[in-house]
């Protein structure tokens, strides 16, 4: 098996030290690695507990030693167990050494073998292990919390007030309960670790974008930075092993046999001929799902970017249905901010792909990382195009409705491209209906409210992202910062964001009636087109400014609350209706 792995642990912006810790080990020798496998592992400090950060660092280094030691060829189980079990006693046997307390050392530990065509996870804690297969995502473990009111455990947010403390903890008792699970996994699946602090801000659709569609480091970055960005106040810290390669084993009298996993047919590679037009020159870069490629187009001697999934997507239905409505929906355009495509007959192809534009330059996200926040006149000159490239879909009846800096490149001559139409809608298209998607969808921080709502929108809902990308730009905030991206959706359906200029004070009173009129709650309040909000942004001098930015509201939560009342309520009023059932059917009886 190969991988890729990458890793980040951060302190986050509250705590004063690091007490998660992460480590990733695999053998040199083939042989090893097949009898043995490769192991990655995380752990999390408990806090309030004395030396959360030894705690967390003996477990992971006792559990990788422990690991290296045994005998190769052992089973799968076993080598789990005495990897947790040993990392267990070993920091029980510090805390002990200390002295003992009420409060003695723990740590969370969660750590997963890789081994031949199947991984296994040792889980103690509320780590969460995630594997991401042909665009679906599975957690592979359950959060260790004590749960009030009785309701169920999984999914409970660390920002709920249902949620109490950790039941199960590394050094806690000399002996502790383990939860193992396995799974099969495939070339090009991604296996994801990461603490508490990282996975509660993240939504399942989110964790599949950014790191299918990222390399190894560049997605763990983003996953922090973004857990950041959502308010998160713990230490953050993931792992991201990404297979590029694995083996199947079958047994013949006892005798393993290695084998490479048959694959549909071979994948392109640098140097291939497609459809005897296309020269594969360069790979740009591979996700989860399909590889970018530079080529030659000899039809026409240029140089084009060809986007090619793999050939395990290719029958499923959703994926094909979204590949081919982003070809379709891009061939029918023609403007110099719209990423354009190469008209290949579909005739004329032996395999699915799509024909673009070559280009070169930075995602708009990429270039907010560096420039947070950007200058106000930047931002208004790349707004307005944006602006300019929505008109032009609308005039021809298409709707984006996943508008996001990600989805925006802005090319080293200074133009910019719009890019994804995977799930825009368009006059005259059937519709298009994903597993796993709801009419909701988008991303949390640029969606707008009737998107949150489940309704699928119009022109006026590229608006509203385009007002919340403008927000980021010049502020250098999301525009609802929260604790969880289903409160933040929430938060945009019942109050407004915070004012722009008290991020930014170059931000001027008619920049921020724009951001603000772009971002109304109700779309009819909203800009009546593109077109118009183009014009403000060129013309800030001529914007009547209307006091939007006093009518303000702040969000209210009184959904979360009444459901936690209501929870309350419910549990307090069970023992009297069964009283009064129980009355009534003695009465009945008599």
Avoid at 216 to 224: H, K, R, S, V
Avoid at 300 to 319: G, H, I, W, Y
Wanted: aromatic content about 6%; proline content about 5%; charged content about 25%.
């Amino acid at each position: 098996m190969q991988l890729t792995v990458a890793s980040l642990s951060r302190t986050g912006p509250v705590r004063q030290n690091n007490e998660d810790f992460v480590a990733f080990w695999t053998p040199e020798s083939v042989d090893e690695l097949r009898e043995r496998g490769a192991i990655a592992i995380i752990a999390d400090g408990v806090g309030g507990h004395d030396n959360g950060e030894v705690a967390s660092r003996l477990a992971t280094e006792t559990a990788l030693s422990t690991f290296r030691a045994l005998k190769p060829g052992a089973t799968l189980s076993s080598m789990l167990w005495a990897t947790a079990n040993q990392a267990n006693i070993a920091v029980y046997d510090a805390g002990a050494a200390r002295g003992g307390s009420a409060n003695p050392m723990q740590t969370t530990l969660t750590a997963v073998v890789f081994r031949n065509d199947q991984v296994g996870v040792a889980h103690i804690g509320d780590c969460r292990v995630y594997h991401i297969h042909a665009n679906s995502l599975k957690c592979l473990t359950k959060d260790h919390i004590f749960v009030k009111i009785g309701s169920t455990g999984a999914a409970v947010p660390t920002t709920s007030p249902l949620r109490g403390g950790l039941t199960r903890s590394v050094g806690k008792d000399p002996i502790v309960a383990i939860d193992f699970s396995y799974s099969p996994v495939y070339d090009g699946d991604y296996i994801v670790l990461c603490t508490d602090g990282v996975h509660v801000f993240i939504t399942d659709r989110e964790m599949i974008e950014i790191v299918t569609h990222n390399s190894p480091e560049q997605a763990c970055e983003t996953l922090l930075r973004l857990a950041e960005t959502r308010g998160t106040e713990d230490n953050i810290t993931v792992q991201i092993c990404r297979i590029d390669r694995m083996q199947h084993v079958e047994y013949y009298r006892g005798t393993p046999v290695y084998r490479e996993k048959v694959q549909m047919s071979n994948e392109l590679e640098v140097g291939s001929l497609l459809d005897d037009r296309f020269e594969i020159t360069r790979l740009i870069s591979r996700s989860g799902m399909a590889s970018i490629f530079e080529a030659i187009d000899r039809a026409t001697a240029n140089r084009v970017a060809l986007k090619v999934p793999f050939m395990q997507f290719e029958s499923d239905p959703a994926f094909y249905s979204r590949f081919q409505r982003e070809e379709e929906i891009g061939r029918s355009m023609d403007h110099p901010s719209i990423l354009k495509i190469v008209d290949v007959p579909r005739d004329s192809k032996s395999r699915p792909y799509i024909a673009m534009e070559l280009l070169s330059g930075k995602t708009l996200d990429e270039l907010m990382r560096e420039e947070r926040p950007m200058s106000v006149s930047k931002a208004s000159k790349i707004m307005a195009n944006i602006c300019d490239a929505l008109a032009y879909m609308h005039e021809k009846n298409i709707i984006h409705r996943d508008l996001k800096p990600a989805n925006v490149m802005v090319c080293d001559d200074g133009s910019l491209r719009i890019m994804d139409f995977g799930i825009a809608k368009a006059e005259g298209m059937r519709r298009i209906t994903f597993t796993g998607f709801s009419p909701a969808m988008g991303t949390p921080d640029y969606m707008a409210p009737e998107q949150v709502k489940g309704r699928r929108g119009d022109h006026r809902t590229d608006i509203y992202s385009a007002g919340a990308i403008l927000y980021e730009l010049t502020t250098g905030h999301t525009p609802f910062e929260g604790q969880n991206p289903f409160l933040l959706m929430q938060a945009r359906i019942t109050g407004d964001p915070e004012a722009p200029s008290n991020f930014n004070k170059d931000i001027t009173p008619a920049l921020e009636e724009i951001i603000l009129h772009a971002m109304e709650r109700e779309p009819r309040n909203r800009y009546n087109s593109a077109r118009e909000m183009e014009n403000d942004l060129l013309h800030q001098d001529s914007v009547i400014i209307t006091g939007r930015v006093d009518r303000l509201e702040k969000p209210k939560p009184w959904k979360s609350k009444w459901r936690s009342v209501g929870g309350y309520v419910a549990l307090a009023l069970i023992p009297v209706l069964v009283v009064i059932i129980i009355f009534l059917l003695a009465r009945g009886h008599h």
